[in-house]
């Protein structure tokens, strides 16, 4: 009887021990509640717009996205336009690797090795100004354009169903000729939806999403989003985030009234002086102000980031060559190696 009780106490014993170790312990209940949270939060589509080279890629020229905890990559195949020429020129010799169909393809094989999300964004460059001013006269020429772009954006949106791409973009900022060719869009993107199944946007620029008329017929209202926020030199995370306000409650009064989510295709800001008053400003000045990226960034995700009619973003832009890109000292969008890309990483998951 002894032996049966000294028996019977080793193996309470034995399971008092086991049951305590296995319970875990206030620090690694933080742990496992901290990585839940952050689980969630990472389902915001928080992007970059990757930037082609005339280089292949490889899985490791996408690793720099841990940096930031970034979740999807904008990938973009740049098409070109001549002075008076009404052709929309692709894959051609002269281009970019990156820009090519082979190379859109080596992009996105390389971002899903790193289980990051694509959008695929054809991107037409014109020879001179800028994209939503493009305009035509003759019926001849609204002809040529229709017929090549059509062409380029098909092209395209076969890879993206071959290849899997979460998302694709059937334009980016052609501001005057969706106004004058609404039903031409209507009927193309009815061409896209034949051979790409899935989610599909348009990038409108920021100053006329509202005038866009067939946004019904896509997923997601897509901006590239450079508001202008401040015309202080170096501006306060306080008064931007002022700013911001009256800006989302547009946005969340055209989400609502047309029951689709907002996108940012594009947003961001460069570290340089007055970097708030035309975020979209792409010249070249010496001045360098890395508190005014920072805080403009800070006021962004804290104002819109969090917004259940906000699907999220993708910022402009981002480099494959992480260790030679940007830097303190360079005042070009990119916010690699600058004091703004640890605020990236950590707002985007508030």
């Given at each position: 009887?002894?032996?049966?009780?000294?028996?019977?106490?080793?193996?309470?014993?034995?399971?008092?021990?086991?049951?305590?170790?296995?319970?875990?312990?206030?620090?690694?209940?933080?742990?496992?509640?901290?990585?839940?949270?952050?689980?969630?939060?990472?389902?915001?589509?928080h992007g970059v717009n990757f930037v082609s080279t005339n280089n292949s890629v490889t899985p490791e020229?996408?690793?720099?996205?841990?940096?930031?905890?970034?979740?999807?990559?904008?990938?973009i195949p740049f098409s070109y336009m001549k002075d008076n020429d009404a052709t929309v020129y692709f894959?051609?010799?002269?281009?970019?690797?990156?820009?090519?169909?082979?190379?859109?393809?080596?992009?996105?094989?390389?971002?899903?090795?790193?289980?990051?999300?694509?959008?695929?964004?054809?991107?037409?460059?014109?020879?001179?100004?800028?994209i939503g001013e493009l305009d035509f006269k003759t019926d001849q020429e609204w002809g040529k354009f229709?017929?090549?772009?059509?062409?380029?954006?098909?092209?395209?949106?076969?890879?993206?169903?071959?290849?899997?791409?979460?998302?694709?973009?059937?334009?980016?900022?052609?501001?005057?000729?969706?106004?004058?060719?609404?039903?031409?869009?209507?009927?193309?993107?009815?061409?896209?939806?034949?051979?790409?199944?899935?989610?599909?946007?348009?990038?409108?620029?920021?100053?006329?999403?509202?005038?866009?008329?067939?946004?019904?017929?896509?997923?997601?209202?897509?901006?590239?989003?450079?508001?202008?926020?401040?015309?202080?030199?170096?501006?306060?995370?306080?008064?931007?985030?002022?700013?911001?306000?009256?800006?989302?409650?547009?946005?969340?009064?055209?989400?609502?009234?047309?029951?689709?989510?907002?996108?940012?295709?594009?947003?961001?800001?460069?570290?340089?002086?007055?970097?708030?008053?035309?975020?979209?400003?792409?010249?070249?000045?010496?001045?360098?102000?890395?508190?005014?990226?920072?805080?403009?960034?800070?006021?962004?995700?804290?104002?819109?980031?969090?917004?259940?009619?906000?699907?999220?973003?993708?910022?402009?832009?981002?480099?494959?060559?992480?260790?030679?890109?940007?830097?303190?000292?360079?005042?070009?969008?990119?916010?690699?190696?600058?004091?703004?890309?640890?605020?990236?990483?950590?707002?985007?998951?508030?």
């Open positions: 009887m002894k032996l049966s009780w000294l028996l019977s106490s080793y193996f309470i014993v034995l399971i008092m021990i086991f049951c305590f170790s296995c319970k875990p312990s206030k620090q690694s209940r933080k742990t496992i509640v901290k990585e839940e949270k952050n689980t969630a939060q990472t389902s915001k589509i020229n996408f690793k720099s996205l841990e940096k930031i905890n970034a979740n999807w990559v904008a990938i894959n051609s010799s002269w281009q970019w690797f990156g820009e090519t169909p082979e190379g859109t393809v080596n992009y996105i094989q390389s971002a899903k090795a790193n289980k990051l999300k694509t959008l695929i964004k054809p991107h037409i460059w014109p020879a001179n100004g800028w229709e017929e090549t772009y059509q062409t380029y954006i098909l092209t395209f949106a076969k890879i993206a169903q071959e290849q899997q791409a979460e998302m694709f973009c059937i334009g980016v900022e052609l501001k005057k000729i969706v106004r004058k060719r609404p039903q031409y869009f209507i009927k193309l993107i009815k061409e896209v939806k034949k051979v790409y199944k899935g989610q599909i946007t348009y990038a409108a620029n920021w100053d006329n999403y509202q005038n866009i008329t067939f946004w019904n017929d896509l997923d997601h209202i897509g901006i590239d989003g450079y508001f202008p926020i401040s015309i202080d030199k170096t501006p306060s995370v306080e008064k931007a985030i002022e700013k911001w306000s009256s800006i989302n409650t547009e946005l969340e009064e055209f989400s609502k009234k047309l029951k689709k989510p907002i996108l940012f295709t594009e947003y961001g800001y460069r570290n340089i002086d007055y970097a708030g008053k035309q975020p979209w400003i792409d010249d070249q000045q010496p001045s360098l102000n890395n508190e005014a990226q920072s805080n403009l960034y800070s006021a962004f995700y804290e104002s819109i980031w969090k917004k259940k009619w906000f699907t999220g973003g993708f910022l402009w832009k981002w480099y494959p060559n992480h260790s030679t890109s940007g830097g303190k000292n360079n005042n070009r969008f990119t916010p690699q190696n600058k004091p703004v890309e640890e605020i990236i990483k950590k707002k985007a998951l508030m």
